[in-house]
Structures are given as C-alpha cells and as structure tokens.
C-alpha cells in the first residue's frame, strides 16, 4: 500500500507545481508517467494476475528461434502444456519479446520497456486530446487502467497505441488513424476494435443520430450470437463461457454517476447547435467558454475550445461502453473489449466538467475526485495489488 500513497501523492505535487504554480503540461506529465511507469516495471512476479506469465513468456523466448516464431504468423506458440494445447500470442510481440531477451538475460526488461511504451502512448494521448492532462492523468491512474497494466500488460500496451489514433481521427488523417490501430492490432489483436472510432467520426452528429448510438449500446448484450458469426474461433470462445467471476457491488454507483454525467452532457451540448445546421461544420461551445473564461485565467490550463462534434464522439464512446459491459456480466472476458472504450474516460470527464453550469462545476470536480481516489484505493488493497518490487522475490 505504501508505493500507491507514494505514487498518489507524488501525482498530486506534480499538479501543484507544474499545473498550478509553474505550468508547464510536458514537464508534468513526463515526472508523472514515468513514476507510474517505474512503479509498473519495477513489480514482482506476484503483482497483477498474469505477470508471472508474462514473465515465462520472456523466459520461453531465450529457447525458441526467430524462424519458430514467425513461421506461425499471426499467432506463434510460446509453451505447450502437459495436454498438448499450444499456449499462443500475437507473433509480433513474441518477436518484440525475442529481440529484448537477446540484449539481456532479465525478462524484468520486458515488465519495463512495456511499461514505458504503455505510459509514453497514454501521455501522448492526453497532451494531444486532454482539456485537462491534471485530470486525465488522475483518471489513467485511478480509474483502473492503470491498475490494469499490471495484468493484462499486453492488451494496455496495445490500447496505448491505438488511442492515438484518435488524434489522426480528429484532424481527418485516417491513413495515420488506420495504420496506428494495425500496429496495435499486432501485439493484440482486440485493437481492431478501434476501427469503431472512425465509423463513429463519420457520424453527422445531431439529436437524433445519437438515439442511434444509444439504440446500438443496447442492442450490444443480445448480439453475442451475431459476434460468434464474425470473429475468430480463437476469440469465440469468450462469447461463449465466463472464465471468471464478476459481482455488481458498488460499481452500479459509479455506473449511475457517470452515466448520469453522459446523459446531462449531451443534454448540455443539444442547446448549442441545430439538427438543421449543416453537420460538416464544427461549432464551438463559445457561450459556455465565455462563462468560464474568468475563472481558467491565472490557473495555467490552457485554454481550449470545446467542439461538439467532439462531445458527441466522446458520449458515444462511452456510451457504446456500457453496452459491452452490460455484455461483460453475461460472458466476463468481454470486460477486456469493453476497456477498450472505458479508458476514453480520460477525456470524457474533463469534457463534462468543463461543460457543467458554473454553480456545479466544483460539486461534480470533487466527486469525480472522490469517486476516483475510492476506486483506486480498492484496487490497490486488493491481494493481486499488493506490492512488491521485483527484486523482493
């Protein structure tokens, strides 16, 4: 529990100094991400679910050829069980994996180099997307994508390099958006889902086209026998079985808030534009920005215009969210698909809380705060989080 008091605050000071008394966006998020970086790397084998695997997987690469490896492209075997079944991963992180352990003998360096990837994508991420990058940080940190690193390494590391192609997605550079998602895609294949994003940016977004999202939310937990159709065998079996346990509990209380949040945004963001208007211009939130302006000046944010094309990409992301995790209580490994949606959070909050009414806007900051903090810490007391350093055995 120690090392995330540390990294808490630490993230914190870091807010103070370089957000609010010294602004400087880089500085902050660089001190910041590599401290969760460290933090990420550094863990024993017995942090995080599948980190001891990841950890025979580098070890298995010391044993097998480059040839081996990329003979069984896409998927390469990496051990083979007492029952025979070939144990498979993506063929280019095999050789990602390969290349490391020929400069060293430690798998250690892969928990680390993939730790620094998965921390530099998401720091890119929000530099280039966030309205702010104090927030969004807490959100990466606390709002378990984070914690997620430290078992489905992999897949973050994936998620990390598609979600910037959100960026090209924004500025209509779909090649750029395209290709990012592949190489993403070839160190785990659920990446391809990104592609959803640029489907969704071709939306004419209006008051009706976003029933048209909710409609496909809801419709996503009865679809499991369409998806069976057009994925995968490899992956088919996720829609088939639980392979673990899930419960409610307190996260219908977050679900409420934030979907609360979702439906109040758009609400907000309806009253500045016109389903006659013409869809191929972006209007900016300009009322609601002159509202604010008073209070952003001498605070160090920089300050950005609100688009509300982008407000509704932002909802309907989210919104597609709930679907798959509404999917996820019925076959849990969709969990895994639905954090592919869950992590635009990070944009989605700083959005919402510059969009509320000023009356409210610290009202719903320090619930985000709080909601936030609770999470992490639950996370965090948990006995596959319980920290140790690698070299603590």
């Not at 972006?282 to 209070?295: C, K, N």
């Amino acid at each position: 529990m120690t090392i995330y008091l540390l990294l808490i605050a630490l993230v914190s000071i870091n807010g103070l100094l370089f957000i609010k008394l010294c602004p400087n966006k880089k500085l902050f998020l660089i001190f910041s991400f590599l401290a969760m970086g460290l933090v990420m790397g550094l863990r024993g084998p017995k942090v995080g679910e599948d980190t001891k695997m990841y950890i025979n997987v580098a070890e298995s690469m010391k044993h097998i050829s480059w040839s081996s490896i990329i003979s069984e492209f896409p998927k390469s075997t990496w051990s083979v069980d007492i029952y025979g079944y070939h144990k498979k991963m993506e063929t280019v992180y095999l050789l990602f994996v390969k290349t490391i352990m020929s400069f060293t003998a430690y798998p250690q360096w892969v928990l680390v180099i993939c730790a620094i990837i998965t921390c530099a994508g998401f720091a890119k991420f929000i530099y280039n997307s966030s309205l702010d990058v104090f927030m969004s940080t807490y959100v990466f940190m606390c709002g378990s994508a984070f914690m997620f690193a430290f078992n489905g390494m992999r897949q973050c590391m994936a998620i990390a390099i598609a979600i910037n192609s959100y960026t090209y997605i924004k500025d209509k550079k779909m090649f750029k958006a395209i290709l990012t998602i592949l190489i993403a895609f070839l160190f785990h294949q659920t990446a391809i889902i990104y592609l959803t994003l640029i489907l969704l940016s071709f939306i004419k977004y209006d008051r009706k086209s976003i029933k048209y999202v909710i409609i496909a939310a809801i419709a996503i937990p009865f679809s499991a026998p369409v998806f069976r159709t057009i994925i995968s065998d490899y992956y088919s079996t996720y829609l088939q079985i639980n392979f673990w346990g899930r419960q409610i509990n307190g996260i219908i209380l977050l679900w409420i808030f934030e979907l609360v949040l979702v439906v109040y945004i758009i609400r907000r963001a309806n009253r500045f534009t016109s389903i006659h208007t013409n869809p191929k211009v972006l209007y900016s939130l300009t009322r609601l920005y002159e509202e604010h302006l008073d209070e952003m000046q001498g605070t160090g944010q920089e300050f950005k215009e609100v688009q509300i094309n982008e407000v509704y990409l932002v909802s309907s992301i989210i919104i597609l969210y709930f679907g798959f995790e509404v999917l996820g209580f019925q076959y849990t490994a969709v969990q895994r698909v639905a954090f592919f949606f869950n992590v635009f959070f990070i944009l989605f909050f700083p959005i919402a809380v510059q969009l509320v009414q000023n009356r409210t806007k610290t009202i719903i900051s320090l619930m985000i705060y709080g909601i936030l903090t609770a999470e992490y810490f639950s996370y965090a007391m948990s006995d596959a989080r319980k920290y140790i350093f690698f070299w603590q055995g």
